[in-house]
Every structure is written in structure tokens, then in C-alpha cells.
């Protein structure tokens, strides 16, 4: 499939506008590659063609589809290990200082390997019934996932330590293993798009946003970190990527090292 220069940057505008997602020039090989099959499986000729007919009235269940597909869902269990260790090891002891209930919420949760590491933290320390964890995405196809708490081995494999998978899990069809009852129903998982703000989910304890931000532009970064930070409780804590920072236009907020690793703190 050749894509002219005028349909890629239209096809950037569409996507930046809807997800956030900030493709480089010369990325074409990337629409390429994800598109290909959906623009074949609507009886499409072209990319031109794909952009037509999600910019008519009724396009937008089209639209969601191209964004899902464009949507990189990388992800690890207990990524980067530093945020849930300082987790464990100060974050939680110094809420439950000042409250027996506290919240948390995953943005870009992707298929819920973060939101599903989290409660098995915060089980393993006896604190899962006193916590609310919201999770989000943009995409209702991973959101789906997340909520059957389904993985195929290999994607246990990428980061789920033995002795968590034997207590966490049981076996299901097919040699997948299924995330038990109890924290599949702990955990909330609904839609949103990280520029639909603000954000109408109350205020957070701690709030996960990682690897992420890295697609957006900095204009888009600066207007989400500010939204994240508008719903922390003051003294909340906000983790990103780890090749994510807070931007110059992003509202202040107390760095904390975790040695490894980072975590922003709002001011009390």
C-alpha cells in the first residue's frame, strides 16, 4: 500500500486529534503495517479512501477501530519494579497514616498488567480492601481484556514472578491463565481519552500515567500532566515513564527519588 505525503499528514492531524499519538515524518511504514489489514477487511482501496469515510457522519465507530490499531500496547507486570516498591515500602504506610482508605488510578492501563501488579502489591501487604483502583484506556479492545484478566503465557512471562502467578492466578482454557476473582473485582476499569479533560474521576491518592506521554506532543504532555496533577489530593503522588519527565509548562510538584527511579509529589 502506497501512502502520499498529503494523506500522511492528514492521517497525523486525525490521530493526534483523537489519541494524543504524535507520529514522526517518515513513520508511513508504520501506517503501512497497521493498517493495512483493517483498510482490506472494509473493502478499502486506500488510506485515502479510510480517511473519507471516517470524516463523514457515522465514521466515528471506523475512527475508534483506526485509532485502536494505531495504539502501541506495549507493557510489562511490575514495570520498571521501583514504583511498586516504593509503593510497599513508603507510599502506602504514610496514607494509611493519615486515612484508612486511599485511591489509585492507572491511566493508559493498557491490557491491565499495571493495574492487576498493583492490587497484588497492596494484597500482599493486607491493604487491597482499603483501597479504590480505577483504571482507564482509550481503547474498549484492551479494556475488554483487562476486565477477563486472561493472558496467554507468554505475556506472563514478561515480568510475573513464580510465586505471584501461583497465588494470583488459576488455570484456564487453552494453557492461559485467568487473574483470580478477588482482584479482578477490585480493580474498575472504564474509558477515557487522556485529552477529554478534565478529568471527571474525583481526586487520587496516586496516580500511574507511564510510557505513555513519550507519543504525545509537548503541548498535549504539558495539558495531561497538568490534568493528572489537578486530580491528585495534595501530596499525592504522580509516576510516569522512565523516560518521562514533567514539561516546563507543567504546574509544580516535589521530585522524589526512588533510588532507582523517580516519583513527582504535590504539595501538601
Known amino acids: ?14 490521530l493526534e486529534k483523537q489519541s494524543g499519538i504524535l507520529l514522526g515524518d517518515n513513520k508511513q511504514y508504520l501506517v503501512v503495517s497497521r493498517l493495512s489489514n483493517l483498510i482490506q477487511e472494509k473493502g478499502l482501496s486506500s488510506l485515502s479512501n479510510l480517511l473519507d469515510q471516517i470524516s463523514r457522519p457515522g465514521g466515528t465507530p471506523l475512527l475508534k477501530l483506526v485509532v485502536e490499531r494505531m495504539t502501541t500496547n506495549e507493557t510489562l507486570w511490575f514495570r520498571d519494579r521501583y514504583p511498586f516498591e516504593y509503593l510497599r515500602s513508603t507510599i502506602v504506610p504514610e496514607l494509611r497514616k493519615k486515612s484508612f482508605n486511599f485511591r489509585i488510578w492507572c491511566a493508559a492501563c493498557s491490557t491491565g498488567q499495571e493495574p492487576y501488579s498493583i492490587a497484588m502489591q497492596l494484597d500482599e501487604m493486607g491493604t487491597l480492601n482499603n483501597s479504590e483502583i480505577i483504571a482507564t484506556d482509550l481503547s474498549d479492545r484492551v479494556l475488554t481484556k483487562a476486565r477477563t484478566g ?19 492466578f488459576s488455570p484456564a482454557d487453552g494453557g492461559d491463565w485467568q487473574v483470580n476473582t478477588k482482584l479482578r473485582n477490585k480493580i ?14 474525583g481526586k487520587f491518592d496516586v496516580i500511574f500515567c507511564r510510557n505513555v506521554l513519550i507519543y504525545f506532543s509537548n503541548e498535549n504532555k504539558t495539558r495531561v500532566i497538568n490534568g493528572l496533577i489537578d486530580n491528585l489530593k495534595p501530596g499525592g503522588y504522580l509516576f510516569l515513564g522512565s523516560s518521562e519527565a514533567l514539561t516546563r509548562g507543567s504546574k509544580p510538584m516535589k521530585m522524589v527519588r526512588c533510588n532507582p527511579g523517580l516519583v513527582y509529589q504535590k504539595e501538601a
Do not use: T
Request: charged residues 25%; proline residues 6%.
Open 150 to 168: 486472561i493472558y496467554q503465557q507468554i505475556e506472563l512471562n514478561r515480568g510475573m514472578p513464580q510465586e505471584k502467578l501461583k497465588r494470583f
Open 188 to 201: 474498575r476499569y472504564q474509558p477515557l481519552n487522556l485529552l477529554s479533560l478534565p478529568y471527571s474521576l
Open 1 to 14: 500500500m502506497e501512502i502520499s505525503l498529503a494523506d500522511y499528514e492528514r492521517f497525523k492531524l486525525i
